[in-house]
């Protein structure tokens, strides 16, 4: 039933491989994921993957067969190899013990109903995938709609974003999207643009927050362009006590998302 | 004035890229930092490299020379090389313009005067070095004293986790102890432990914090231990609203973190 690779120069094994770097995927249009859990969150979540690798003796967990066997009778390719080639797929020491390929999404602006949900975080130019996926893992927390990527991103497909977001890229919305198509998007729909900024900025505590509620986060090192934050509905700002003057990205989508949430659900 | 250094294979790059390395910064007791604002930011807090390697030509920045004159006038040494032999060293590509050497700092528990502020951050088998570096960052932010490390943590002397401080390594009291350390000299102190918790835990907003608060995040897959979280005076959990029961562990510290400053500010 299943097919088997114990050698590191298996044409599969490179493809697999090559899954990793961000002009592979493209021209597939596949990525990986790894792990039973975040596997089995997939599944739940409607995302089966076109095949599994998985390593024989790991697991004989009852949760690799309710994975194994559906994909199996959809046709995917069901593949049993080492742990060591698994981290060698996955560069990663203490590789999980299963990792599957799935199609890449639909990610543009048009599939969101910015009416399905209360919060939305917004990213830009966001270049750390450790960041995005952190980001995801926040949004699917307080109950978001999704991520919407605007401008240069880091890949949210890669394997360390897909790893951060610890299952989450299966269940929030994911838009890839730029500021030129973005900023009228929100113009011609009901929802709140709001900034975390040091410019012209209230507090972010009991900031007359509203639902949908759309939380903006800029770059790592420069921060939001300043005619974006000019375009927001709010500008808000979290205490900074210290010396500096930010926060870490994911960090400051984190806590003025639970704010948001907080002060919609009073 | 200057050291120059044009060869990749030169000893002094070869002992500075050994820095890198956990079982040498351990042997030699020093510690790289990149950058002209996190070594300025170092400086004002009365933090000077025994060394500093800069790359010609790229800032001719007044503050490069802030900085360079007094560790010259401390008897340190100056070295001038090329930006890819700093990335050489920093392992990053498109380095900073300037790199430090400095002592590693005393991280022992007695340093700590858990009065001196209101708010500690603490961290249990952290392993991640970025996540670690954004806590420090955090705990600067919110004005912690510091941050406690218990048990395995990763090195918050790697290079990448004070790249992830953003300098919050110069700012924020840093200690690394163990539980069976901790614990007592928690109950032989004033001061709230209060841990992020799904178990026998009480809605993080508006729970009854109190200064010195103790804000204790755990491992980033086991989470806290189960007996470290019943020595806890207080346990408090976040909405969780989507598929995940928990957030990222510096997320966690941020979002606990904010809700402690904006009670103890009320």
């Known amino acids: 039933m299943f097919r088997q690779i114990t050698g590191f120069s298996n044409p599969t094994v490179k493809y697999l491989r090559s899954l990793r770097d961000k002009k592979h995927r493209r021209r597939e249009g596949k990525f990986l994921a790894e792990g039973l859990r975040l596997l089995t969150d997939a599944r739940?979540?409607?995302?089966?993957?076109?095949?599994?690798?998985?390593?024989?003796?790991?697991d004989s967990h009852p949760l690799l067969s309710a994975l194994i066997t559906p994909v199996h009778a959809a046709g995917g390719e069901i593949i049993e190899t080492t742990p060591d080639i698994l981290s060698k797929i996955t560069g990663k020491d203490n590789a999980q013990s299963i990792l599957g390929v799935f199609p890449e999404f639909d990610t543009s602006l048009q599939s969101v109903d910015p009416a399905s949900a209360d919060i939305w975080l917004v990213a830009q130019a966001l270049r750390d995938p450790g960041n995005l996926g952190t980001m995801l893992r926040t949004g699917d927390a307080v109950g978001a709609g999704g991520v919407i990527l605007i401008d240069d991103c880091a890949d949210p497909f890669s394997v360390e974003a897909v790893r951060a977001s610890m299952g989450a890229i299966f269940t929030q919305k994911l838009v890839q999207t730029r500021w030129e198509e973005f900023h009228p998007w929100m113009q011609s729909h009901d929802g709140q643009l709001v900034a975390a900024s040091l410019r012209d900025a209230q507090p972010y505590r009991a900031a007359p927050y509203r639902a949908p509620c759309f939380v903006m986060v800029g770059n790592e090192s420069q921060g939001l362009p300043e005619d974006y934050e000019m375009a927001c509905d709010l500008r808000v700002t979290m205490p900074m006590r210290g010396r500096a003057d930010s926060l870490n990205a994911a960090v400051a989508a984190a806590v003025l998302s639970y704010e948001v949430l907080a002060s919609l659900d009073a």
């Open 44 to 58: 739940e979540n409607g995302y089966l993957p076109e095949s599994v690798v998985f390593a024989e003796g790991r």
